[in-house]
């Protein structure tokens, strides 16, 4: 593509050098740049690519996309803009031809529920007989292909990439995922949204936002560039989202008036068992996945599809022929009696679902396994480990990712939670040890709750990462136990 077709969309750009010149790709890594790429200067956390732009024009870039003022390099065309993380993602969706405008995307957004409401709504709208596409936490889906994800949403250019590749293959809709990160670092700008899903807002992530209106905030920012705004009212933000909104909203409740409702829910160990409800109609679901809170999921993917037409009949089809997702509330069954949920539940509010879902059916015990994520946010630590303490009969704290941490320094901010409790607990930081001792304690009708990686199959360490499968190693557990 020519550069004065792929930069025309830039306001305010400053251009030094020729303009009429091919351009043969982006790339936001200089590693990455090959012969007569634009290199695009983006100011990271732990490095500015405004440093690496002689590696760049080492490997033959074209034109370089800068927003600090740089020494010019001859030979090479600079591009000056305000901001290179809106510029990357308007000549991204530039240089793949405007890809979103061919999909229908529908965005979630929320602390947690993101990932199960997404293939919610992907179920119900494949039930409707259309073709869709999944970007999110788990995996990325384009036709048939599943794709390992490596955030829950990319960054601007390899998701314009993937629209395109969705485009290619005639897929009607996109359900996304888009993260407080992607909203606050320009990743979908650009992108208009058939229907913004907001699902709840607790705490999370305050080690980037640094405080919570600014979590808010990155999160409300997807309604600006959504037709309608599908909101959860029972949520203790709803008030504030609503007010900092200018487009028309769909509420969703279980406790509430509101325009789609749920009502005669019963939870089970398998299922949960409930009624839509909206306007005159109402219909019975029984969706085979366990707890209140993906009541609230089936609600938001209820409220968008009924936006784009879809009738209740249907959306009762695509919620009950959901068959599980990878550790989202994922049950592995003992021979003795027992059962080991597994379990993503990384926030207070999602370890406070999964032990209160537990809690309606279990019979038994409930055994927690859980630990905290290291170079997060420090304040959720005693908060996630006084949940646990009250709702476990016991709790196992052990690592989760600890990342650069030392695992005990963090186990060390969760004990004073813990300690809060009455209830009984043990620290084994060697996670995989801990798993091992807290099902050698289960007996029948008891629950094992693994919590906090979910379908995660690594563990993060201080050097280096590590394969670390929990349902491999529950499985083994379990088999060498028989």
Known sequence: MNLSELIADLNNAKVRGPIDIDITGIAYDSRQVEMGNIFVCICGFKTDGHKYIQDAVKKGAAAVLVQNDIPYHEGITFVKVDDTRKALAIISAAYFCYPSKKLKLIGVTGTNGKTTTTYMI????????????????????????????????????????????????????????????????????????????????????????????????????????????AVNIDDNYSDDVIKKIKIPVASYSVNNKADVTACDIEITSTFSIFKINYKEESIKVNLPLPGRFNVYNALAAASACIYEGVPLSTIKKGLESIKGIPGRSEVIKSDKGFTVIIDYA?????????????????????????????????????????????????????????????????????LPGIKKATHDYKVIADRKEAIKEAIGLAKADDVVVIAGKGHETYQILKDKTIHFDEREIVRDILKSAN
């Not at 897929?171 to 907001?198: K, P, Q, W």
């Not at 537990?358 to 005693?382: A, M």
């Not at 949940?387 to 990342?403: Q, Y």
């Open 122 to 229: 992907k179920s119900i709208l494949e039930q409707q007989g259309y073709k869709v596409g999944l970007i999110g936490t788990i995996s990325n889906i384009i036709g048939d292909k599943k794709i390992e994800s490596k955030r829950t949403t990319p960054e601007s250019y390899d998701l314009q990439k993937m629209f395109y590749k969705m485009a290619g293959l005639h897929t009607d809709y996109c359900v996304m995922e888009v993260s407080s990160h992607s909203l606050a670092l320009e990743r979908v700008y650009g992108c208009f949204f058939n229907v913004g899903i907001f699902t709840n807002l607790t705490r999370d992530h305050l080690d980037f936002h640094k405080t919570f209106e600014n979590y808010l905030n990155a999160k409300v920012k997807l309604f600006n560039q959504s037709k309608i705004a």
């Open 346 to 414: 990384h926030t207070p509010d999602g370890l406070l679902n999964i032990l209160n879902t537990v809690k309606e059916y279990v019979k038994g015990h409930i055994i927690t396994v859980f630990g905290c994520g290291g170079d997060r946010d420090k304040t959720k630590r005693p908060i996630m480990g006084e949940i646990a303490g009250r709702l476990s009969d016991f709790c196992m704290v052990t690592s989760d990712n600890p990342r650069s941490e030392d695992p005990d320094a963090i186990i060390d901010d969760i």
